[in-house]
């Protein structure tokens, strides 16, 4: 068993997907608006994305952020991820999120504590829950909005297209997601 805590590194699963794409650092830079001193410290883990810089970066590599995480680490057999705040990525002015599940894993899962951002709308090809743990959630899901309370699920099938947003201080949501294989 391990149990190797701190932030991810996700600078090695970077680095594969850039040169499998055949992208520059200057590439990736036009594609996300960040600086490309910037990446080239992410991709030599000296510095830590934001979980938006990150999603900006997935995006760039037609990935998620999700993807990028578990790709940083290897598969598990057997894992114990402590509740350590040192994990967890800013999520925008006053959240967090902080991944549950490492490695290459058939799942993934995502605590969010406090604010997320509405603007950004998912879609990607794995099925999704949305688990309410503290707080209410409004959510938009394949065009239909939904408020959820504590203890409520929303449950998206591959293909929807979805966002969310807190609506109260202290919301946690827990994310959970069907891995899809993009070959990190």
Known sequence: MREDQGAPQVGRAMRRRRRAL????????GRTGLSKPFLSQVENDRARPSMRSLQRIADALETTAVQLLGAAED?????????????ALEDGAAGAVRPLVRGQQQLHALEFTGAHEWGREFRHPNDELLYVVEGAVEAEADGQRYELARGDTLYCTGGV??????????????LVGVADDIGL
Do not use: S
């Open 22 to 29: 055949d992208l520059t650092l200057a590439d990736l830079a």
């Open 75 to 87: 598969r598990r057999a057997v894992d114990v991820v402590r509740a350590d705040p040192a994990a």
């Open 161 to 174: 297209t979805h966002r969310w947003r807190a609506r109260e201080a202290g919301t946690r949501v827990l």
